[in-house]
């Protein structure tokens, strides 16, 4: 599995940007997608997931600015609006995958920046 990950920048606070990630390979029907960020001297945390159910969860940190979403070509989104100066990071896609019988798999994209200015 592969994860593309794209669309980062500078924005100024109040500002958005849209994230994409497009996942190929060996994917499984059922998985758990999903972006973590990290941001310079901290640990990665977890921004958003979503199931191919369409189940999401966000972050309470970005709950009602950010949203995730993916379609059925297993693009997964990231809108995110309003951005704050402490949303600066290095933002990764993520996918989880657990085959029947075997271990679970979690693969990771490479870093996007986002940077946003007060």
């Known amino acids: 599995v592969q994860l593309q990950a794209s669309g980062g920048g500078s924005v100024r606070a109040g500002g958005s940007l849209r994230l994409s990630c497009a996942a190929t390979g060996n994917i499984l029907p059922i998985n758990t997608t999903g972006w973590y960020r990290q941001a310079p001297g901290k640990q990665r945390e977890l921004v958003a997931t979503i199931t191919t159910g369409r189940v999401t969860d966000h972050a309470d940190v970005v709950k009602g600015r950010f949203i995730i979403s993916r379609n059925a070509t297993e693009n997964i989104d990231l809108q995110m609006n309003n951005l704050k100066p402490e949303d600066t990071a290095l933002y990764y896609c993520?996918?989880?995958?657990?085959?029947?019988?075997?271990?679970?798999?979690?693969?990771w994209g490479q870093g996007t920046l986002v940077t946003v200015s007060s």
């Open positions: 993520n996918l989880y995958q657990a085959p029947w019988g075997s271990p679970p798999s979690n693969y």
